[in-house]
């Protein structure tokens, strides 16, 4: 499994964060996986976002931080997954990383980051 | 409580063996599972250890897991200046259908 990340490195404040996830090596509909994304800030810490996975149908879950706010959404035909964050802050600087969760292995294989800055 | 709790910072000499702790809520810990990642600058984490004690593919055997009481341990034996990272540990919070972070040991190789 590979992921591959892009998107703007650069937002306005106020406008909506869009990332894009190439996933190679499985299909985003497995029903052994999950995907979603993960934050970094500039400080340090990990912030997780959100996920969606497919077992019949979709699933999501959101970090109640930013849940009125995200959209996660799997696009099966291009096999790649998408990040909106709307109404961004100073607060949404940070490094962006998507991520793959096996059955029973959290977090096993990860994008290689995106640093987003948001401006004023 | 959703809070893992990490030393900033530990230290250890080539060769020794260090010990980075995660406490959760006294009773939030017990019956959780806690993964292990390891960061180096600029890099995303890697996956070190799941289920509290058990490796991930091709992990050395110098890195192990446990879990007692009201926290859970990562070990590293046999300390190279590579182990010189960040180290996270985080679990799935059911109540809020979302996982949590600690917030991050740096590990210096003395």
């Known amino acids: 499994v590979q992921l591959q990340q892009s998107g703007p490195g650069l937002v306005k404040a106020a406008q909506t964060l869009s990332l894009t996830c190439v996933i190679s090596?499985?299909?985003?509909?497995?029903?052994?996986?999950?995907w979603g994304w993960i934050r970094q800030s500039p400080s340090g810490g990990l912030e997780w976002l959100g996920r969606t996975y497919y077992r019949s149908k979709w699933y999501y879950d959101y970090a109640l931080s930013v849940k009125t706010r995200i959209i996660i959404t799997p696009e099966t035909s291009k096999s790649q997954l998408s990040l909106q964050l709307k109404s961004v802050t100073s607060e949404d600087t940070a490094v962006y990383y998507c991520?793959?969760?096996?059955?029973?292995?959290?977090?096993?294989?990860w994008g290689p980051g995106t640093l987003v800055t948001v401006s004023s | 409580q959703s809070v893992l709790t990490q030393p900033s910072s530990v230290s250890a000499a080539p060769g020794q063996k260090v010990t980075i702790s995660c406490s959760g809520d006294s009773s939030y810990i017990g019956n959780i599972y806690i993964s292990w990642f390891q960061q180096f600058p600029g890099t995303a984490p890697k996956l070190l250890i799941y289920d509290n004690d058990k490796r991930f593919s091709d992990i050395s055997d110098r890195f192990s897991g446990s879990k007692s009481g009201t926290s859970a341990t990562l070990a590293i034996t046999g300390l190279q200046t590579g182990d010189e990272a960040h180290y996270f540990c985080?679990?799935?919070?059911?109540?809020?259908?979302?996982?949590?972070f600690g917030g991050g040991t740096k590990l210096t190789v003395l």
């Open positions: 991520y793959r969760e096996g059955d029973l292995t959290p977090f096993d294989h």
């Open positions: 985080v679990k799935w919070e059911s109540s809020l259908s979302g996982w949590v």
């Open positions: 090596g499985e299909s985003v509909m497995s029903e052994r996986a999950a």
